[in-house]
């Protein structure tokens, strides 16, 4: 079975700093991805980055990286210059390869706060 | 292009009393999964479809929770009698054969049971 497991249940953090959400996981499969979703107080989950576990390299996109340290087993999500607009819950989430059911296993979260 | 849709957006009944949630996945995606978020607890897999065949039931909490998919498009999901403890955000997301890892997901449906 896997595991995620996100340590800060809440984040307030200065407008225009870099910001890191801490996420390690659990598993026993070698394939596996890591992802990362915000969801702002409209409710919808916004996918934000994805890192395979064959990935050598740090998945980034835009503003966000995701720092993988696999024999550490983390997936720390980095916001670089936060915005006012970053304020959300934020969970970490993995799946394994398992013919094609890809069902996500999630963390309990970290709710983000920007400040100005 | 039109993303996933779930509806109701918000649904409030009493214990004992029938809810059906509907969800339709983006177009042409073969994959679609429940996963529900009890309050304050990590949101949770409920189920999986591959077209209309459930794939993965393995997280549906009980018999009282009943999953379809008419021909492999839109899916319900349906409490029957619901319980309080089944108050909680349930999401609904969807993914293409190719790209299974790529789960795009809707707005979810508030359940509240009073």
């Known amino acids: 079975a896997q595991k995620i497991t996100q340590t800060q249940p809440g984040m307030f953090v200065q407008e225009k700093e870099a910001v890191t959400l801490d996420c390690t996981y659990d598993?026993?499969?070698?394939?596996?991805?890591l992802f990362w979703y915000k969801q702002p107080s409209s409710g919808e989950m916004i996918f934000l980055i994805y890192?395979?576990?064959?990935?050598?390299q740090n998945a980034t996109e835009g503003r966000y990286s995701l720092n993988f340290q696999k024999a550490r087993k983390s997936a720390n999500l980095v916001i670089s210059a936060s915005q006012l607009g970053d304020s959300a819950m934020y969970f970490c989430?993995?799946?394994?390869?398992?013919?094609?059911?890809?069902?996500?296993?999630f963390g309990t979260g970290t709710r983000l706060t920007i400040i100005p | 292009e039109a993303g996933v849709t779930q509806f109701p957006s918000h649904s409030v009944i009493e214990k004992g009393q029938t809810v059906t949630l509907r969800c339709d996945p983006i177009s042409g995606h073969d994959n679609l999964y429940w996963y529900r978020r009890v309050m304050g607890k990590e949101i949770k897999f409920l189920l999986h479809f591959v077209k209309e065949s459930k794939q993965d039931e393995s997280g549906m909490p009980n018999n009282r929770f009943l999953a379809e998919r008419t021909g492999g498009t839109y899916s319900t999901l349906k409490v029957q009698p619901a319980e309080l403890e089944d108050s909680g955000v349930y999401f609904c997301?969807?993914?293409?054969?190719?790209?299974?890892?790529?789960?795009?997901f809707g707005p979810g449906t508030r359940l509240t049971v009073t």
């Open positions: 997301a969807s993914s293409q054969s190719q790209r299974t890892y790529e789960q795009y």
């Open positions: 598993t026993s499969d070698q394939s596996y991805g």
């Open positions: 890192q395979g576990s064959y990935d050598e």
């Open positions: 989430a993995m799946t394994v390869s398992n013919f094609g059911n890809e069902k996500l296993t």
